[in-house]
């Protein structure tokens, strides 16, 4: 049984069907991500999931109980935490007090009063406050615990914002846009801050995302959304190996991350190849940075057309993509291909324009 199960969830708004049929299973563990381009519906999905609001039909089944329609505590009490695109912190509260916060599902009133009561982890206030330090510690905020949360650096508040949520003590942790403006290296830090959580704590984590560089970084599985539905779902190398969807493939083309590595044809080798086959080849981790394209133009003595060429770092492991034109009269392109799948390389014809 998987954790999270979502099946046929849908609301409508004015008439307007924001989500519509939308399933989704994620397995314990895991580090997924639901990714699509602005107004696919992927923060109208996290407001389903975290009760802000109430599907119009489907179910939400945390470990096999369904909870579509409770509320935002009931939620946050059955095993999700939340992190938002735009942080949610209580600035006028220390450091400390935000992540005491968590301890109470995010009431702000239960710190300011003294605590009206206790959690029922603890038996004492002494007791909390420790449990929070521990937190902090992990978050690297231990130093910052009597600071006022909104004189903190945007980036240490998105980690303030996160170990809050962890205060709770999740199952899941949906984080909505958790990189959204941050710096490289910022943005870095919180990638590298969710997969230790994932490991150290085995929380499952959500990462919401139109960032398609953020999901091959550090997910494992993802589901691709367009229009308030998914059109794809599969593990990230697979996505990126063999994308189904024009919007997967929109999205792969558009991933511009600082580890990737383009080429484009020469204006000369243009003027030499019109109209010839385009081939798509997918490059695997034992040959992506080999020179099979090299070898196989000083083997055959032919030129080809390349298109358009990406070479990315996808959870550690190289992985790429190539679109090759051979020469229209070209009397080799079968040998030729032939070649490169002796080299251990997947192709696949293409029949589309290519930008």
Known sequence: MAMLEVNNLSISFGGLHAVDNFHLKIEEGELYGLIGPNGAGKTTVFNLLTGVYKPDEGHILLDGKNIAGKSTIEINRSGIARTFQNIRLFKELTVLDNVKAGFHNGHKYSVLTG???????????????????????????????????????????????????????????????????????TTASILELLQEINRKFNITIVIITHQMSV???????????????????????????????????????????????????????????QSGRKVRIVFSENSAFQPVIANMILKFREPVNILRADTRNIGGVAKGEMILEFAGDSRQAEEMQNYLKTCGIELEEVTDDVE
């Open 215 to 273: 999901v091959r970084k550090i997910c494992s599985h993802v589901a691709i959304m367009k229009s308030g539905e998914i059109v794809e779902t599969g593990s990230v190398s697979e996505i990126f190996s063999h994308p189904k969807s024009d919007v997967a493939r929109e999205l792969i083309r558009k991933d511009e991350g600082d580890d990737i590595s383009r080429a484009e044809s020469s204006g000369n080798t243009k003027d030499l190849i």
């Open 115 to 185: 605590i009206l009561r206790l959690p029922r982890y603890y038996k004492t206030e002494k007791e909390m406050d420790e449990k929070a330090m521990e937190i902090l510690k992990v978050f690297d905020l231990d130093k910052e615990a009597g600071c006022l949360a909104g004189n903190l650096p945007y980036g240490k508040q998105r980690k303030l914002e996160i170990a809050r949520a962890l205060a709770t003590s999740p199952k899941i942790l949906l984080c909505d846009e958790a990189t959204s403006a941050l710096d490289p290296q």
